[in-house]
């Protein structure tokens, strides 16, 4: 899959909305954390508590935006294992905080991702960290 400078504006947007803010983490937050939760797009929105907002609906990937009680932040559905590495690859470089789970990803600032990890699982990474860099 190919990624065009509108997903990667997407993504670079939402790597910006993670890095203006910072949450503290919840020590006991990987003990709490379910099995990772799988479907569609909507199936997942629906167990994160949000309405969908679609911004790319395309047969490779679907993204949107969701707002929770937590905070905003960017959900995409793919339909291969490796589209979703690619577009994550490509997408940390903008730094931000993810949200891994089986062919999806939400990104958001790092709140937001571990509240939502509480409810659908997955594994958090970590973008590029641009902070320490001059200009």
Known sequence: MRLTRPMLAVAGAAAAVAL????SGDSDAAAKVPVTATGSL???????KCTPDIQ?????VRQAICKTSAGKFVFATFATDRGQREWINDAKDYGGFYL????????GEDKVVKALQLT????EEIGT???KHTS
């Open 20 to 23: 203006a803010g910072c949450g």
């Open 42 to 48: 909507e199936s997942l929105a629906a167990k994160a």
């Open 56 to 60: 790319i609906d395309s047969d490779e």
């Open 100 to 107: 891994v789970g089986r062919k999806w990803v939400a990104v």
């Open 120 to 123: 659908l699982g997955g594994e």
């Open 129 to 131: 960290d641009h902070s």
